[in-house]
């Protein structure tokens, strides 16, 4: 009987859980709703239902509802952040400024800075230590007197780093520049008070916490300016014109809830997990190098590179027993930016591995992901 790869890619996409599936339910037949239109009892009960949602969520984040923006994911809140906030800036001051970001951010905000080069802005792409972490100073460094956003994302999405998002937040605020994070991979591993953290615009999207694909937040400051990227309706505040999906919302808040309720026992089990992970492979292959910081990273993240071997056959090998990645779900294939910055050749990039745990994982699948990966290795280095 075929047995399916064992599963090791859970920062792409995480399966929807049943019971976000459960309160979706609903909205799909029996309170299929407009909730924009409110001239009769379904569009209503959808207005209804759009407006608890969005005060469950907001009452996660500890503020208050109208700062949320629902989008279709992750990539559109950075999208609206980074072009709808720089554009609304030009259109105040008449002239384009500066922005600063990291070179291993993910290219849903490096794509939309490029543009914005295009457009006439300075942007700035900082090379982050070799543990890949942002240097402060150099980050202070970077200031110009136009400086009016820095963009750096709170987890990495390949290598699962953490940065320093309060002293960055800090170092912004001073100076009077607005902060973006895009906190897709933090939600439901680290506590998200975004007051206290100081971020002014984050994003976050659905199917990265056991939700729906197709919907995520742009959460905001009050006093940050934005230009819709899209025109053609009112919703979400004239920020993102288009019926809001009222069961994708319906389940982004389901989902918010269990990771919330339940993030101190699952950070707990995949950090016991993924060192038990570490550790196994270190005993088998000892010559692996760690991608990045290991104390300060996700709990559910490694990302290391097998020296030795070509790239292409590790993965074509690996694909019929283990399901992992060796960078981004968005490079198409191309070696990962994020490890180049780190100083990885082109080679030594091609041949790293990311693996990610979930809550399905089990310590039985470790230990087989463990035997699979190093009889593989053992087999092309032989």
């Known amino acids: 009987m075929k047995t399916s790869p064992l599963a090791f890619d859970y920062q792409s996409t995480t399966p ?13 037949n029996e309170f299929w709703g407009n909730p924009s239109n409110r001239q009769n009892s379904l569009g209503l ?11 469950q ?13 629902f989008t279709s994911g992750a990539t559109e809140a950075n999208n609206l952040a980074l072009l709808g906030h720089a554009r609304a800036q030009l259109y105040e001051k008449g002239r384009p400024g500066h922005v600063i970001t990291l070179s291993t951010e993910h290219h849903s905000v490096l794509e939309p800075l490029r543009q914005l080069k295009k457009e006439g802005f300075r942007v700035t792409e900082l090379i982050p230590d070799l543990n890949g972490i942002i240097s402060l100073e150099t980050l202070i460094d970077a200031f110009e007197d136009d400086t009016f956003l820095v963009s750096i994302m709170a987890a990495n999405n390949e290598i699962g780093v953490l940065q320093p998002i309060e002293e960055i937040a800090s170092l912004c605020k001073i100076r009077g520049v607005i902060f973006h994070s895009d906190y897709t991979q933090c939600f439901g591993n680290l506590p998200i008070e975004i007051d206290k953290l100081g971020v002014d615009l984050l994003s976050i999207s659905g199917h990265k916490i056991y939700g729906p694909k197709g919907i995520g937040l742009l959460i905001m400051c009050n006093n940050c300016p934005l230009q819709p990227l899209q025109w053609g309706g009112d919703q979400e505040h004239g920020l993102r ?5 009222v069961p994708l919302v319906i389940g982004l808040a389901k989902a918010a809830e269990i990771a919330i309720e339940e993030m101190d026992m699952n950070v707990q089990n995949l950090r016991f997990l993924r060192d038990q992970l570490w550790k196994g492979l270190n005993l088998q292959i000892p010559d692996l190098v760690i991608n990045g910081s290991l104390d300060k990273r996700l709990p559910n993240n490694l990302n290391f590179t097998v020296l030795g071997v070509q790239g292409s056959r590790l993965h074509k090998k690996l694909r019929l027993v283990l399901t992992c990645s060796s960078g981004s779900a968005c490079s198409n ?8 910055s780190l100083g990885r050749t082109i080679k030594e990039a091609e041949a790293s591995l990311r693996l990610s745990l979930g809550r399905e994982t089990t310590l039985n699948e470790v230990e087989l992901a463990v035997e699979a990966i190093s009889k593989v290795v053992k087999d092309l280095r032989t």
């Open 333 to 340: 294939g191309y070696p990962s930016h994020v490890l180049m």
């Open 16 to 28: 929807c859980s049943p019971r976000v599936v459960e309160a979706m339910n609903p909205f799909w």
């Open 241 to 245: 014109a288009g019926t809001v999906p």
């Open 45 to 55: 009960n959808a207005s209804a239902s759009i407006s608890i949602a969005r005060e």
């Open 57 to 69: 969520l907001a009452s996660f984040f500890k503020i208050s509802p109208e700062r949320l923006i």
